[in-house]
């Protein structure tokens, strides 16, 4: 099982939505980079 699935502990949440946040941010600045 992954940690923090649950988000028992809210620091396991907050690094699950920077995480989240980082991969969006990479996912959308992949076409630019590519692009140049």
Known sequence: ???GAG???PL????VL???VLITRR???AP???GR
Do not use: K, Q, S
Request: without cysteine; glycine residues 6%; aromatic residues 6%.
């Open 18 to 20: 920077i995480t989240r």
């Open 12 to 15: 396991e949440r907050d690094r």
């Open 1 to 3: 099982m992954p940690v």
């Open 7 to 9: 988000g028992r502990n």
């Open 27 to 29: 996912l959308r600045a």
């Open 32 to 34: 630019w980079t590519l």
